[in-house]
């Protein structure tokens, strides 16, 4: 079998839980497995290069900070072969210009564009362990480029499409996705599957296991992902096409903080009025989530909307500034909300859910202010306060089993 | 004017010291020059990434280690890169694959063999400051691979000889090439102008200012070298060919205590008998220096013969163990000894030097244990106690003007 085996920053920190990782994939090697890892910088490491890099300016030129982001990997990676070998494994590091990770050109938050898998091959075929960068690639000019957040995921994932590996495996900190934030619902429990597309609204959500780009690349070259723990053993959650998960109808339930909430109030009853507001927004590269359109006094309509909260103060700052042009009475800024999602497949077949899922928050008094719903999540905001006790009402409802 | 400039790790040990080296290029690139600067990894780093491959294994793979090491100096290019923008200065970091350094395959200790300068000139042709990681290269097999000691002043003197710069300028914390150590010779000057063979030999003999491979480059490839202080401004020392440097007869005089003298006693006079113990210590790559034979009792003789002081002990273990095969009486070592040299292309056109310098020794009471001359050096011998004293009054003599 071939497989590529992710380890996150954590699990690489110091030279003991290297050594360790070196140990987890000596395991699998003894099954005669054909192993790619694919590797995050250690620790703290990549905080403490943009510190370093701020030390020297205050907005350091993307193309270098890139280039300098980049050597966190390929200590981790080489490190790690060095732990294989004194195992009596036969392993190599490979950063993205060997292991000819191809991106295009944006600096901090590069898209893998493909990979030329041919030397990654050899080495497998040589009967070596790819110790592989993560969150890397080179683009056209022969630049050092970084993926972004989740990046290192991302990269297994493509590295295992274009070899071919039979699975992905993603070792973390959890032993798998669970149906609820364990902090948070005391009896949130493992799922043993979820389907790509609940992954991918899990992830969006505020389940910090996966990043969804790689849960969107994964669905697209049908590569199987499993979460398991880097510490103890397991069978992890394998996440994969939805039509091969049988009889799954809810995964979880979420709840995301880091999410404000605006009110556009007093607003002339124009068409065109809600898009105008959004494009000023959108100029400023800022997302609008959930949005709620209402008739108020006068004939005048209120817009509520939600950002995330760490572009809620710049939203605020840019809708203030459109009073006069647009003509509106005022704006405000909630900071202390919080968005409960319940995932899963049964949402779309099943009427019944949002019902039940409504009544479960009035039944321990929180009030809903906003709601949206896709075919597999039905999401409410409620106040930050209350998000908790609403997670878990929901969670006793849905999955308590 | 094209030149490189090369800083090394004690000028770029943190933010503050690479914000001044990037205000130090600003200064040259004002007057219009186009640069390549070559870069040793910050301060201390190689040192701890050595230590940190420790920790992981006690006999790292050399290919990882290289892998590793390589990281440093791509931290410290991108970093002054963005120094150098934060001054309005145009810079790009290039690593030895981007910068197409090509090497052997002999890990931590490669050759350049050859570098394509295109990427190089092409940063240069769009106005831009180049900012290439020393101490690196990569092989065939798009390995990276470390130069060994003295590998960041090898690469700018190769980078400058495949650009075709009209000089190259090491920046050190010196302020030049001196006549002797100022900490042992107060009255120590420094040289406007050296020969590449003087200064090889003063590279070679404990002057830790230039490492003899990049002396050794620059005379093949005519090189200007030019040796000065990071911190200060000044003319510096300048290395050229040696019939340009008119009426230059002494360079300068050397003190190098890593020495240690080994002495088989009583030796059969056969013939061979030095090259067979010679040849041991070469099976374990121990160098010879100084050699001197002599006859002693009942016919037998005497060999005596300095070593590096690192391969001392390993050398006297040798050839202990050769006693009884070979026949001798006794081995001693004395790692208390010292080379003084006097280096000068006046020396092989003046026979009246060596017998100067030894008058010198005599009257300050340093007695000479051996002698070993080339055409322009002499060295001799003598106790380590001694050797401040006897390298004073031999710059007294040549060098006190």
New interface residues.
């Given amino acids: 079998m071939k497989k590529v085996m992710k380890f996150g920053g954590s699990s690489v920190k110091d030279?003991i839980r290297?050594?360790r990782v070196a140990k987890r994939i000596l395991k699998e090697k003894k099954k005669g497995e054909e192993i790619v890892v694919v590797l995050s910088a250690m620790g703290d490491t990549t905080d403490d290069?943009i510190a370093?890099?701020k030390?020297?300016?205050d907005s350091?030129?993307k193309?270098?900070?890139d280039?300098?982001l980049?050597?966190g990997e390929?200590?981790s990676?080489?490190?790690l072969?060095?732990?294989l070998?004194?195992l009596g494994v036969n392993a190599?590091?490979l950063?993205a210009?060997?292991a000819r990770i191809k991106t295009n050109s944006v600096y901090g938050n590069a898209k893998i564009k493909n990979i030329d898998s041919e030397?990654i091959q050899n080495e497998l075929d040589a009967g070596r362990v790819a110790v592989v960068t993560g969150f890397q690639g080179i683009n056209k000019n022969?630049?050092?480029l970084t993926l972004g957040r989740g990046g290192s995921d991302t990269t297994a994932v493509a590295i295992a499409a274009a070899i071919g590996a039979d699975i992905c495996e993603i070792y973390t900190d959890v032993d798998g996705i669970y149906t609820g934030d364990p902090r948070i619902i005391e009896n949130a429990r493992r799922l043993d599957y979820i389907s790509y597309d609940g992954m991918l609204e899990m992830a969006t959500l505020g389940a910090k296991v996966l990043h969804n780009r790689s849960v969107e690349m994964a669905k697209r070259y049908n590569v199987t992902l499993v979460v398991k723990s880097s510490l103890e053993e397991g069978d992890g959650t394998r996440v994969l096409e939805g039509k091969a998960v049988e009889g799954l109808l809810i995964d979880g339930v979420t709840v995301d903080d880091d999410v404000a909430r605006l009110a556009v109030i007093g607003l002339l009853n124009e068409p065109g009025m809600a898009f105008k507001i959004f494009n000023e927004l959108s100029k400023a590269d800022i997302n609008v989530d959930m949005i709620l359109q209402s008739v108020g006094r006068d004939g005048k309509k209120d817009i509520t909307f939600t950002v995330s909260i760490d572009d809620a103060k710049e939203a605020y700052n840019i809708i203030n500034g459109l009073k006069e042009r647009f003509g509106f009475e005022d704006v405000s800024l909630d900071e202390k909300v919080s968005k409960v999602s319940l995932i899963g497949a049964g949402i779309q077949s099943n009427f019944n859910v949002a019902t039940k899922m409504f009544e479960a928050l009035y039944n321990v008094g929180v009030n809903i202010q906003m709601i949206s719903t896709s075919e597999i999540r039905i999401t409410v905001l409620v106040d930050e306060e209350e998000s908790a006790r609403g997670a878990k009402a929901v969670h006793d409802v849905f999955l308590n089993d």
């Fill in positions: 030279a290297i050594k290069l370093l890099a030390e020297i300016s350091p030129s193309r270098e900070m280039m300098l980049t050597t390929q200590v990676s080489s490190l072969a060095m732990a070998s004194d190599i590091s950063n210009f060997q030397r022969e630049d050092m």
